[in-house]
């Protein structure tokens, strides 16, 4: 038996995400920022050693792109679909 | 692209890998550019393009209504877009070609987009850098500006295989602005062989020892003394596995660098304005090789 499987509940399973496991951190920031790459602390105190801006010109900065990026994603179903839980700002698994 | 004698404008689609974590080759290109008379023009709202690989394969119309909303952004500001990633040059291309054929699509697109006050209208032309230095700024000029050259380092180029469709005939032009800058090109058997990447999704075991480990035997093997490329996913996917394969005991110690630190480098920059400290794998052979060369 799996840990996965309740002995009282055997047909009882975890819901599985219809998003492969690789794709989910990708996807997730996708949605969220509008970039599937996310943009760390790291990475914005070397921008600017580089003298770049701290946030380049795009929906890293740009709160009204990753809006309307939101905004269309739940027009065409993408995040019901996905199951993405808005509160969490996640995917449900 | 505007233009006005030497002097151009374009406008810059950065992606997110080059933005979130290659910074460097983001100066690299606006240390370049500015060097040959070109203006970079930012596009302040726009999104990742989305992605070919995850974007696409779980969305096709979110895929194709983000993309139509960015190409709509170009399209307002009345200019073309240049790209350096080949992912993003693959969707911003493929998605200006269905829109521009599938009327269907294309109104579905601008329906969901009109409410933001852009509507695409395929006015813009997408570019990949690779066109914007060899067609627009041409050799002929960048041989004129360089203040060094590379004295025949040894580049095995990388093309990335989203840009390798025989219709853009990339791939030659790639070869000719490495020798431009005096690099001697270093052919292998794989040097079409995907990086990769996309298969890191599905089994990275075989993504990293029969796609990426392949290839950096031969590269090896043929005494090469860099991998050249310009898409960031294949540099960050090809670095992180010669981490990995250390980690492994096979330590193959190649450095992997874009063309436009190459650019940049023999056009006068030193490695600290470009960053070059930041590479996983070092690239100080490289630059020092080029700051020795007369």
Redesign the interface.
Known sequence: MSDEENPLHPLKKKAASPVPGSFQGPITNLINQGQIQSLLDFWIDERVGLGLSEKPASAYSSESAVGQTQEIMKELGFDSRLKFDWKAKRLKT | MKSQGRQRSVMMF?G??I???E??V??AA?FSLERLGVTVD???????C??PE??R???E??WL??AG?NLSLANKAGGDVCVICNGCFDTLTKANSELTTDQTMNQKVNT??AK?GTKYDGSSRIFHVIELLHDIVGLEVIKEELDRSLSGLRCAPQYGCRILREDLNLAPKFDSLITTLGGELVHTKTERLCCGVPA???D?DFSLHQRTEVKLKEIKESQAECITLFCPACAERIERAEVTLRKEGRDFEIPVVNYLELLALCLGASSTD??AH?HRVSIDPIVERIMKAP
């Open positions: 950065w997110c890998m933005s979130a974590v910074p460097f983001e100066k606006r930012e596009m302040p709202d726009a999104t990742c989305p992605d995850i974007s394969t779980l969305g119309e979110v209504t983000l909303r969901a987009i933001y890191m999704y599905a990275p470009i960053g930041l």
